[in-house]
């Protein structure tokens, strides 16, 4: 099973953890990393979009800190005709580029914590 993770997540542990639904999204990733994707119950799918996405992080140490997550990827989708292709199909830029990639990966699930109509009403 392949999941594919967008940069939200990653830098979910960063956020303000005494809000219940912010420590809740925090539990999950350290679940999905920690467990799942180590222990190969789940293959995680990087991209090229992740790491673009991340380098334009100002905050250093979590820039450094989700470049490592990166490295637990079992799979990799660099950007192609195809992704592109679906891209101009909807969405904002930068999400329909991590919902293109993860489809075209064939990933079972993405995961991301933005609250935008265009991801709700997306499905895989």
Not at 28 to 55: C, K
Request: some cysteine.
């Amino acid at each position: 099973m392949k999941i594919y993770v967008d940069t939200s997540v990653f830098n979910r542990p960063f956020d303000d953890q005494t809000q219940p639904r912010i420590g809740l999204e925090t539990q999950a990733l350290q679940v999905i990393l920690l467990r799942l994707v180590e222990t190969e119950v789940v293959e995680l799918v990087g991209s090229s979009v992740l790491e673009y996405e991340n380098s334009r992080n100002p905050f250093p140490l979590r820039r450094q800190w989700v470049e490592r997550q990166f490295q637990l990827a079992n799979f990799y989708q660099a950007v192609d005709d195809q992704i592109a292709e679906l891209v101009q199909q909807g969405l904002g830029q930068i999400d329909a580029f991590h919902v293109a990639c993860a489809e075209v990966a064939e990933s079972n699930y993405f995961l991301s914590v933005d609250i935008k109509e265009s991801l709700e009403s997306s499905t895989l």
